[in-house]
């Protein structure tokens, strides 16, 4: 057993709900984070040391995560008859 699997049995729920995976959208963020939110205020009441664990995840998670795309610009194409 690693570190991580450890961590997800000792917090009961999955790491990647405190630091995110690479490529998600803003709005799964969003809605990542509001979980997370709920899930750190039960930790806080219930299991004050998991809380200080997942909000040190929080904390540390890079940002932004999303995958880097390169963005590529097109020249319009002229559509008419030669001349």
Not at 25 to 42: E, G, K, N, T, W
Not at 55 to 62: S, V, Y
């Amino acid at each position: 057993m690693n570190s991580d699997e450890f961590a997800e049995l000792a917090l009961g729920v999955d790491e990647e709900l405190f630091v995110g995976v690479p490529g998600e959208s803003a709005l799964d963020r969003a809605a990542r984070m509001d979980v997370a939110h709920a899930v750190l205020a039960d930790l806080r009441r219930d299991a004050p040391e998991l809380a200080a664990y997942a909000e040190r995840l929080m904390n540390t998670a890079p940002v932004p995560l999303a995958v880097a795309r390169r963005t590529v610009r097109r020249r319009p194409v002229m559509l008419g008859v030669a001349a």
